[in-house]
């Protein structure tokens, strides 16, 4: 059984934690989760597209991601996430913790904080070994491309990190 720490509406632990998905977080209580937007030095960015029997969003384009583990640190998080889901070891790689956001679901129980990380780093396609529970496929996208992802409506979470994709990673 995994478990979350609750954070409270200043991103400070509270102490006590939850079961992963029971959302039984009050208005002023939140989880902690993490997004790692992989950049090579060409420019482009690794994503990865939802498996079609995902509940929400299947099919969808997105970067690696998922919630902080209980005593987890939101760095630690992402490492794990960003390998899991792409076999990428991200640990050395030049970038790191770029901003934090987050969303309230008054009366759903799922608050949660995004902190958001970007790593810049030189690998092929054959460094790469997708989660195939979690992914249905990957592409180098240019930040031109993923955008018009957004457009369509098939990029998770574009909006609130469009920014990671914005910086001239050439430099």
Request: hydrophobic share 35%.
């Amino acid at each position: 059984m995994e478990y979350w720490d609750i954070y409270d509406k200043n991103k400070q632990p509270t102490g006590r934690k939850m079961k992963r998905n029971d959302w039984c977080l009050k208005d002023d209580e939140y989880h902690l989760t993490v997004l790692g937007v992989i950049a090579r030095s060409d420019g482009r960015f690794l994503i990865t597209k939802r498996k079609m029997d995902k509940p929400w969003a299947p099919g969808w384009w997105e970067v690696s991601g998922g919630a902080c583990l209980a005593g987890e640190s939101s760095s630690q998080a992402v490492i794990r996430e960003v390998k899991e889901e792409t076999g990428l070891d991200v640990t050395g790689w030049e970038g790191g913790y770029l901003f934090t956001y987050h969303r309230e679901n008054p009366g759903e129980g799922d608050n949660y904080f995004v902190d958001v990380y970007r790593f810049k780093g030189d690998f092929t396609e054959g460094d790469l070994h997708l989660q195939e529970e979690e992914t249905d496929g990957y592409m180098i996208a240019t930040a031109e491309e993923i955008r018009s992802f957004a457009e369509e409506g098939i990029f998770l979470h574009y909006d609130s990190i469009k920014q990671a994709f914005l910086w001239d990673m050439r430099g």
